[in-house]
């Protein structure tokens, strides 16, 4: 089970209140604080990728982030709800094309950030959706109270 | 914390200096904020990024449009960053190669290509 589950309406407004969580629930786990900063740029960029993914797709479903807390390493867990075989969502078709092919952009290069910052990751999409799945040691026991 | 932005002139460039948070939230007044300046003709822009408390690709992207526009115009976007953690999210994206990036705002308009 994880540490703290956090699930919030798709909306860019609410990136942060998961990266202050996801920052202090690492903290706690006991990862290092040099590397707090990355948590925190991970997770921003992972659940900002899921909320432009939902917006996209038209999904009013909530936004999942998961704080798991094991023996050696923290993990987050963020999904969304496009499946693959969700396809493309008309929806918005020639709305902004200006503004949809910037955040195509975005999309890829919050990819490129979360690659480039975590050394342990892991991009899938099932059937229920897409999952980023992240993790870093801890340095444990040391970092109790 | 939510974003700051201000603008001032020195000589013909532009400083626009920004603080708080540019993220998915936020990025959009930044944007905002630049195409105003290029429409209104300010082609020469000095970024300062010194009390930015965080950028994600977010705010990267709307950095590169900046400077797709100010080039539009054979204009500049300069940066002017000091933070050992912003600087990273630059460096590893390769944007270091694409940005010029200053240690202070009279360093920034000074300089010429």
């Known amino acids: 089970m994880a540490t703290v589950e956090l699930r919030f309406s798709a ?26 900063d990355e948590v925190r740029l991970a997770v921003g960029e992972a659940c900002s990728r899921a909320v432009g993914l939902h917006e996209s797709h038209d999904i009013t479903s909530p936004v999942r982030v998961l704080l798991i807390e094991d023996e050696k390493k ?12 969700s396809g493309t969502s008309g929806a918005h078709g020639g709305a902004e094309g200006t503004a949809e092919s910037d955040a195509e952009g975005e999309d890829e290069m919050g990819l490129a950030v979360i690659s480039g910052l975590v050394d342990d990751v892991e991009v899938t999409t099932g059937e229920d959706g897409g999952l980023i799945r992240m993790s870093w040691p801890t340095a444990t026991a040391a970092t109790l109270p | 914390m939510d974003l700051s932005l201000s603008t001032r002139t020195v000589g013909d460039r532009t400083v626009v200096e920004v603080g708080g948070e540019i993220d998915v939230y936020t990025a959009p007044k930044l944007r905002e904020q630049l ?20 950028l994600d690709s977010t705010g990267l992207g709307v950095l590169v449009g900046g400077l797709k526009r100010v080039r539009a115009h054979e204009g500049s976007l300069r940066l002017v960053c000091n933070q050992e953690r912003i600087l990273k999210i630059f460096r590893i994206t390769g944007l270091t190669k694409v940005f010029p990036i200053h240690t202070s705002v009279e360093e920034a308009v000074a300089a010429t290509d």
């Open chain 1, 74 to 85: 923290f993990s987050i867990e963020v999904g969304d709800g496009v499946s693959d075989h």
């Open chain 1, 11 to 36: 909306l860019p407004e609410h990136v942060r209140t998961a990266r202050l969580v996801a920052a202090a629930v690492a903290r706690r786990a006991g990862v290092d604080e040099a590397v707090l």
């Open chain 2, 35 to 54: 195409v105003e300046l290029v429409n209104d003709g300010s082609y020469h822009l000095v970024v300062d990024m010194e009390r930015v408390d965080f």
